[in-house]
T-cell receptor
Framework: EDQVTQSPEALRLQEGESSSLNCSYTVSGLRGLFWYRQDPGKGPEFLFTLYSAGEEKEKERLKATLTKKESFLHITAPKPEDSATYLCAVRQSVNTPLVFGKGTRLSVIA | DTGVSQNPRHKITKRGQNVTFRCDPISEHNRLYWYRQTLGQGPEFLTYFQNEAQLEKSRLLSDRFSAERPKGSFSTLEIQRTEQGDSAMYLC?????????FGQGTRLTVV
């Protein structure tokens, strides 16, 4: 049973075309939802942590939001350098490992 | 560089050989995780250390896999009698109180 589902699997945007990535989760007792960026052949790079419904975090062109069932990663006016795979992960308790979705592969075309 | 360091970055080995990977975590982090990632998938949890104690192992971690973290510092992941299905990116992450930070991974190719 999938605990974390990301959609779409792949997204192609024109430079400047804003959009959102979705992460749905089914775990109970959420102790954090995490967004990472991963470039090809590299390890995931930490972006945001969200802990409670209604929380929002921003960094440059990225904004992450959280509800009780899903999180969105909004990308405003993306640039080609935003092209990467964006991974969502959840943690159920303090010491449990992160459970990842399969990621959304974003391509931003100039 | 004070991030998580993994060595080697790439490893090509023949089927049946043993391989060992090393992870040096961020120095003040007491939690260390190993994950495996295949193409088009998210990272999958393998095992977890808190200091030197191995507290959790995934059922993905077969008997051919062993991990250690002597003295709660660096960690090693050994795969014995490698199989082609072991080809993947092996990622190490360390964590203090909140976020986990990943290394650049070791890409294993079994031929």
């Amino acid at each position: 049973e999938d605990q974390v589902t990301q959609s779409p699997e792949a997204l192609r945007l024109q430079e400047g075309e804003s959009s959102s990535l979705n992460c749905s989760y089914t775990v109970s007792g959420l102790r954090g939802l995490f967004w990472y960026r991963q470039d090809p052949g590299k390890g995931p790079e930490f972006l945001f942590t969200l802990y409670s419904a209604g929380e929002e975090k921003e960094k440059e062109r990225l904004k992450a939001t959280l509800t009780k069932k899903e999180s969105f990663l909004h990308i405003t006016a993306p640039k080609p350098e935003d092209s990467a795979t964006y991974l969502c992960a959840v943690r159920q308790s303090v010491n449990t490992p992160l459970v990842f979705g399969k990621g959304t592969r974003l391509s931003v075309i100039a | 560089d004070t991030g998580v360091s993994q060595n080697p970055r790439h490893k090509i080995t023949k089927r049946g050989q043993n391989v060992t990977f090393r992870c040096d975590p961020i120095s003040e982090h007491n939690r260390l995780y190993w994950y495996r990632q295949t193409l088009g998938q998210g990272p999958e949890f393998l095992t977890y250390f808190q200091n030197e104690a191995q507290l959790e192992k995934s059922r993905l971690l077969s008997d051919r896999f062993s991990a250690e973290r002597p003295k709660g510092s660096f960690s090693t992941l050994e795969i014995q009698r490698t199989e082609q299905g072991d080809s993947a990116m092996y990622l190490c992450a360390s964590r203090g109180d909140t976020e986990a930070f990943f290394g650049q991974g070791t890409r294993l190719t079994v031929v």
